[in-house]
């Protein structure tokens, strides 16, 4: 039976409503101030009333009681996160209203405190409940240099971190928010640093299990490796095997035209990682026919891969599609690079032979990252094409065990 509640005038009930409005706004600015400035986290004496009376007061008709129940219920803490999540779906609008404010900073006031007593635990032995934690240690191991990295990265997210918790689905729908929110003119404006726990944090999320980003996140993320706090920790930081560890399970795990920025990141940062995702653009079902993202995997190949994908890249040798505009050289000949041609120096390169020895001349010029410069390699003509085609064919045929 629902308790009834005495008729008013209308002067009292307008100043009730008032009232009522009047809290709201307080209530609101008050969740403006940073959550660790809200009320201290302390248990509630146990003579005090107990969380769900304490709910049922969140709609008294008394503005002083709302307020009083308010602070109460967050000085409880976690331990009233059930009667709190009874309180967001009840019948009353300021119950829902009010739970569900004081369920948000309930629950960043319990992260943060797992956060601390996680960083603050010298020997390691507890996840205190964190999200993620289990799945990076499993990872990336229980050093202090990753146990160090972790908590960086989820005081640097720790909204990504909690939505670990609602599922892969709202991690996906979380970690594009944040990327697009990092994009915005004003973050731009006002000159916001990637760090280097933001890009980690986002990299591990995206690697989840079940998590399936936008391509544009994703890509994002991934550019994100190339610039500030990242590349220094990639290339001389502390903790770069690491870094390099969780940046290299992302590179292993892209698809599609994100792919494209993972394996430059591999070939970059000589990482073998980049193998997967190149031999993943020529797979059936990929959605990969730019051209540049080919070439690219192309030389990828060619840096981390081995006689055995000769299989991948002979089927090239019919691809005609253009990579390089034509370039006079000396005023006197006109070369053209086309996709087939990076494929063909590759594939000598492969069985150890020097592409300048079967028909490509001089011209090619060695490439520390990319294997070979793809302007070096065209030819003048179909002619001279076909003929070093032919050659390797008849290599092939002579030899044709990888």
Same mark, same amino acid.
């Given at each position: 039976?629902?308790?009834?509640?005495?008729?008013?005038?209308?002067?009292?009930?307008?100043?009730?409503?008032?009232?009522?409005?009047?809290?709201?706004?307080?209530?609101?600015? !008050?969740?403006?101030?940073?959550?660790?400035?809200?009320?201290?986290?302390?248990?509630?004496?146990?003579?005090?009333?107990?969380?769900?009376?304490?709910?049922?007061?969140?709609?008294?008709?008394?503005?002083?009681? +709302?307020? +009083?129940?308010?602070?109460?219920?967050?000085?409880? @803490?976690?331990?009233?996160?059930?009667?709190?999540?009874?309180?967001?779906?009840?019948?009353?609008?300021?119950?829902?209203?009010?739970?569900?404010?004081?369920?948000?900073?309930?629950?960043?006031?319990?992260?943060?405190?797992?956060?601390?007593?996680?960083?603050?635990?010298?020997?390691?032995?507890?996840?205190?409940?964190?999200?993620?934690?289990?799945?990076?240690?499993?990872?990336?191991?229980?050093?202090?240099?990753?146990?160090?990295?972790?908590?960086?990265?989820?005081?640097?997210?720790?909204?990504?971190?909690?939505?670990? #918790?609602?599922?892969?689905?709202?991690?996906?729908?979380?970690? #594009?928010?944040?990327?697009?929110?990092?994009?915005?003119?004003?973050?731009?404006?006002? *000159?916001?640093?990637?760090?280097?726990?933001?890009?980690?944090?986002?990299?591990?999320?995206?690697? /989840?299990?079940?998590?399936?980003?936008?391509?544009?996140?994703?890509?994002?993320?991934?550019?994100?490796?190339?610039?500030?706090?990242?590349?220094?920790?990639?290339? #001389?930081?502390?903790?770069?095997?690491?870094?390099?560890?969780?940046? *290299?399970?992302?590179?292993?795990?892209?698809?599609?035209?994100?792919?494209?920025?993972?394996?430059?990141?591999? !070939?970059?940062?000589?990482? @073998?990682?980049? %193998?997967?995702?190149?031999?993943?653009?020529?797979?059936?079902?990929?959605?990969?026919?730019?051209?540049?993202?080919?070439?690219?995997?192309?030389?990828?190949? *060619?840096?981390?891969?081995?006689?055995?994908?000769?299989?991948?890249?002979?089927?090239?040798?019919?691809?005609?599609?253009?990579?390089?505009?034509?370039?006079?050289?000396?005023?006197?000949?006109?070369?053209?690079?086309?996709?087939?041609?990076?494929?063909?120096?590759? %594939?000598?390169? !492969?069985?150890?032979?020097?592409?300048?020895?079967?028909?490509?001349? #001089?011209?090619?010029? /060695?490439?520390?990252?990319?294997?070979?410069?793809?302007?070096?390699?065209?030819?003048?003509?179909?002619? /001279?094409?076909?003929?070093?085609?032919?050659?390797?064919?008849?290599?092939?045929?002579?030899?044709?065990?990888?």
């Amino acid at each position: 039976m629902h308790r009834l509640r005495p008729r008013r005038s209308n002067s009292i009930a307008n100043s009730n409503q008032n009232a009522r409005a009047t809290g709201l706004v307080r209530f609101a600015a !008050l969740l403006a101030v940073p959550v660790c400035l809200a009320w201290p986290v302390r248990a509630e004496p146990p003579d005090g009333p107990n969380a769900e009376e304490l709910v049922r007061q969140l709609g008294d008709l008394r503005f002083s009681v +709302r307020e +009083r129940a308010t602070e109460q219920l967050v000085r409880i @803490g976690s331990d009233a996160l059930p009667a709190l999540d009874a309180g967001a779906r009840h019948r009353d609008r300021e119950i829902r209203y009010r739970s569900g404010r004081i369920l948000t900073i309930v629950r960043k006031n319990d992260f943060q405190r797992r956060l601390e007593a996680f960083a603050s635990d010298a020997r390691g032995e507890k996840d205190h409940g964190l999200p993620g934690w289990r799945a990076f240690r499993d990872a990336f191991g229980v050093s202090t240099a990753s146990r160090s990295l972790f908590v960086e990265m989820v005081r640097a997210e720790p909204a990504l971190f909690q939505s670990l #918790d609602e599922g892969p689905k709202e991690a996906a729908f979380t970690l #594009d928010n944040r990327t697009l929110a990092i994009q915005q003119p004003a973050a731009q404006v006002g *000159g916001e640093v990637i760090s280097l726990g933001t890009v980690a944090a986002m990299l591990f999320v995206m690697t /989840e299990g079940g998590v399936e980003p936008s391509d544009q996140a994703s890509n994002f993320v991934l550019s994100s490796c190339f610039q500030g706090s990242f590349d220094k920790a990639l290339s #001389d930081g502390p903790n770069r095997d690491l870094v390099r560890k969780i940046l *290299g399970k992302a590179i292993e795990q892209s698809h599609d035209w994100p792919a494209y920025t993972a394996i430059r990141l591999a !070939l970059r940062y000589d990482m @073998g990682e980049g %193998l997967k995702p190149a031999l993943r653009t020529f797979e059936g079902g990929q959605n990969v026919n730019i051209v540049y993202i080919r070439q690219f995997a192309i030389l990828a190949i *060619g840096r981390f891969g081995d006689r055995s994908h000769t299989d991948v890249l002979e089927p090239l040798l019919d691809d005609p599609t253009p990579c390089v505009p034509a370039q006079a050289i000396n005023k006197q000949m006109t070369f053209e690079t086309q996709l087939r041609d990076i494929a063909l120096a590759v %594939l000598w390169k !492969l069985h150890g032979q020097d592409p300048q020895n079967h028909g490509f001349g #001089d011209r090619v010029q /060695e490439d520390p990252q990319l294997v070979f410069h793809p302007s070096t390699l065209g030819f003048p003509g179909d002619a /001279e094409r076909q003929a070093a085609i032919r050659e390797w064919h008849a290599f092939r045929k002579a030899a044709p065990n990888p």
